[in-house]
C-alpha cells in the first residue's frame, strides 16, 4: 500500500526559532500533498493544500508567511513553521494524493514550542 | 452543525462486541473515507468508498448514498481496536476532504 513518511516525529524547540517538517510519499509519486493541523481531542484541521512546483494553496487564517510551503518534488513536501510560538505547539499531520479522492496521512510531528 | 456528523461520539465496548459507527453528511459527495488514529497519532486509511460495501478483515464499511449515511463496523472487537474512528467526505469541486469530530472507541478485555 501507500506509503507517507513525516520527519521529524517529535521536535521541541524555543520560541522564536523555526523548525522545517518533511512529508515524503515513498512509493508513489504525490501529484498533491495537504497540510494539517490538529489541536487536542479536536479534528484534523487543513492548512494548505500544494501540487508539486506550484504555490500552496493556504486555507482561510492560516498564516502563509509563517507556515512556508513547498513542494519541490512529487515525492516530497515541506512545511516549515518560521518563528515558532508556544501557541504554533500541536500535531501537524501530512497526506499524499495521486488521484483524486485518494489521501493517503503520514504519521504527524507532535511540536511542542517552550 | 458540521457537514459530517458522526455518532456516538464516545464508545466503550467489552472484548468481542460488535460495534458500529455511524457517520451521516448533508451533501453529495464523490466518495466518503474512514479513517483510524492510535493515541500515538498517526493516521491509517481504512476505507474509501462511493457505494455499496467493502470489507477488510474484522472491518467492513457500508455506504447509502440516498440517504447520506455510512457505517462502520467491527466484528469481534479487541482492545487493540481501540481507537478514535474519523469519517471524512470528498467533494465533486474540490480535492479537500471534509472530517466528522471522531468517535473515541475503547474495548476493554
Known amino acids: 500500500g501507500a506509503v507517507v513518511s513525516q520527519h521529524p516525529s517529535r521536535v521541541i524547540c524555543k520560541s522564536g526559532t523555526s523548525v522545517k517538517i518533511e512529508c515524503r510519499s515513498l512509493d508513489f509519486q504525490a501529484t498533491t500533498m495537504f497540510w494539517y493541523r490538529q489541536f487536542p481531542k479536536q479534528s484534523l484541521m487543513l492548512m494548505a493544500t500544494?501540487?508539486?512546483?506550484?504555490?500552496?494553496?493556504?486555507e482561510q487564517g492560516v498564516e502563509k508567511d509563517k507556515f512556508l510551503i513547498n513542494h519541490a518534488s512529487l515525492t516530497l513536501s515541506t512545511l516549515t513553521v518560521t518563528s515558532a510560538h508556544p501557541e504554533d505547539s500541536s500535531f501537524y499531520i501530512c497526506?499524499?494524493?495521486?488521484?483524486?479522492?485518494?489521501?493517503?496521512f503520514g504519521p504527524g510531528t507532535r511540536l511542542t514550542v517552550l | 452543525k458540521n457537514e459530517v456528523e458522526q455518532s456516538p461520539q464516545n464508545l466503550t465496548a467489552q472484548e468481542g462486541e460488535f460495534i458500529t459507527i455511524n457517520c451521516s453528511y448533508s451533501?453529495?459527495?464523490?466518495?466518503l473515507h474512514w479513517l483510524q488514529q492510535h493515541p500515538g497519532g498517526g493516521i491509517v486509511s481504512l476505507f474509501m468508498?462511493?457505494?455499496g460495501k467493502k470489507k477488510h478483515g474484522r472491518l467492513i464499511a457500508t455506504i447509502n448514498i440516498q440517504e447520506k449515511h455510512s457505517s462502520l463496523h467491527i466484528t469481534a472487537s479487541h482492545p487493540r481496536d481501540s481507537a478514535v474512528y474519523i469519517c471524512?467526505?470528498?467533494?465533486?469541486?474540490?480535492?479537500?476532504?471534509?472530517f466528522g469530530t471522531g468517535t473515541r472507541l475503547q474495548v476493554f478485555p
Open positions: 500544494s501540487n508539486e512546483g506550484s504555490k500552496a494553496t493556504y
Open positions: 468508498l462511493s457505494s
Open positions: 497526506s499524499a494524493s495521486a488521484l483524486r479522492d485518494e489521501q493517503f
Open positions: 451533501v453529495g459527495i464523490s466518495a
Open positions: 471524512a467526505r470528498g467533494s465533486y469541486n474540490t480535492d479537500k476532504l471534509i
